[in-house]
């Protein structure tokens, strides 16, 4: 989940980029700056604070990979101490501009494995639900022991045997 400050700076890049109706352009922009500063050998030095920021902006303009769009915002990122917020910031661009297209990411947790008949099932019944395209990541927790756990931006469903178990114990508790 992207932090606060992720979130800002993908929020002034998604206004940027749809103002100029470039949110594609943006895209590959961000993943680019992941893909850079991702490398944990480049991060360490672009936050040595020993270095100047003129010279971290020298290392990332040698990588060459940037165009000057992207290199402010690395620059700023540099500055600010926030190297380490790229992924965020493209994840959360990429929410942004799915979001602005129509289109949902659902997690969704099973003690199981779910069939991709399963899969596709849960993903048509929460397009009609939430009347948007959504797509489904399913991933498998078997401390649920049963039900499935959902979740999309910043909703969480829950429908798990192990919530349900809780919920019991503490009606149970309450009622001692």
Do not use: C
């Not at 992207?2 to 002034?12: G, I, K, P, S, V």
């Not at 109706?21 to 895209?27: A, C, D, L, T």
């Not at 979001?99 to 990411?105: C, D, L, N, R, T």
């Not at 003690?111 to 009347?131: F, H, I, N, P, T």
């Amino acid at each position: 989940m992207a932090t606060a400050a992720a979130r800002r700076y993908a929020r002034a890049a998604f206004e940027l980029a749809s103002e100029q109706k470039r949110v594609e352009e943006w895209r590959a922009r961000l993943a680019t700056i992941r893909e850079l500063l991702s490398d944990p050998s480049i991060a360490v030095v672009l936050e040595n604070p020993t270095l100047a920021s003129s010279e971290r902006m020298k290392i990332v303009a040698g990588a060459g990979a940037l165009d000057t769009e992207a290199g402010n915002l690395v620059g700023l990122l540099i500055e600010s101490g926030r190297v380490r917020e790229a992924a965020g910031i493209a994840d959360e661009f990429e929410r942004l501009a799915d979001e602005a297209a129509g289109k949902i990411h659902a997690l969704v947790t099973s003690a199981v494995e779910l069939s991709a008949e399963e899969r596709r099932d849960v993903g048509e019944r929460l397009s009609k639900q939430l009347g948007a395209d959504v797509t489904v990541q399913s991933v498998v927790d078997p401390r649920i022991i049963g039900g499935l756990k959902v979740q999309y931006g910043d909703h969480l469903v829950d429908v798990s045997i192990a919530n349900r178990l809780q919920q019991l114990r503490r009606r149970l508790a309450d009622a001692s």
